[in-house]
């Protein structure tokens, strides 16, 4: 099957104006890259994790992600916390190292959702803040984000966050903010 890949744009093409869906994973990663979009964009934050278990640490995280939102002036989107369907998909994949194969149909499941409330909103560009983080392959993710956009006939703003000090920022405003910062990356499998 033909893969559809979608246009890229650079940091700065948007405007002000301009809106960006952006998948938040967590507060602290968001923090930073919030700080670092909003200038050149109308930052709009999707939540959908239901990769993190078990639901008192989602909750956990999503409270930290209400402050982000409150301390940005960003909206944020809460979208459905389907834990039942996100283990459906990883099913078999549980034994898998991090960064395999359940990593990839995670990182897909939410970007996916982020594109669908792209298209219900008719907002043409998304992103996402996973590669802030030094645990995920920035390759893996944009080459993910690029497919998945370019599928609903979208833009996908590939970065890579943690670069100009993007990871160490977010431990900063996290302190300023007395944001949760977790202790592993969301599922129980990751956890153990
Ligand atoms: S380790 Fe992280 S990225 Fe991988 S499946 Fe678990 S929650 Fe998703």
Not at 34 to 49: A, F, G, M, Q, S
Not at 83 to 99: A, F, I, N, S, Y
Not at 133 to 154: C, F, Q, T, W, Y
């Amino acid at each position: 099957m033909e893969t559809l890949e979608a246009p890229e744009r650079s940091a700065v093409a948007g405007g002000p104006n301009e809106r960006l869906a952006l998948h938040v994973c967590c507060g602290p990663c968001a923090s930073a890259v919030i700080e670092r979009l909003c200038t050149d964009w109308d930052v709009k934050c999707v939540w959908h994790n239901p990769n993190i278990q078990p639901e008192r640490e989602h909750d956990l995280r999503l409270d930290s992600m209400r402050t982000v939102a409150e301390r940005t002036g960003t909206s944020l989107a809460v979208l459905e916390y389907d834990v039942t369907r996100w283990m459906e998909l990883r099913e078999g994949l549980m034994d898998q190292p991090e960064g395999g194969a359940r990593c990839l149909g995670c990182f897909r499941m939410r970007l996916e959702a982020t594109a669908r409330w792209a298209v219900s909103q008719e907002i043409g560009t998304i992103a996402t803040t996973l590669s802030i983080s030094p645990h995920k392959d920035v390759a893996i993710v944009n080459a993910m984000g690029r497919e998945v956009a370019g599928r609903h006939g979208l833009c996908f703003l590939a970065e890579d966050f943690k670069k100009r000090g993007g990871f160490q920022r977010s431990v900063e405003l996290s302190r300023e903010w007395g944001l949760y910062r977790q202790t592993y990356c969301g599922c129980l499998p990751g956890m153990r």
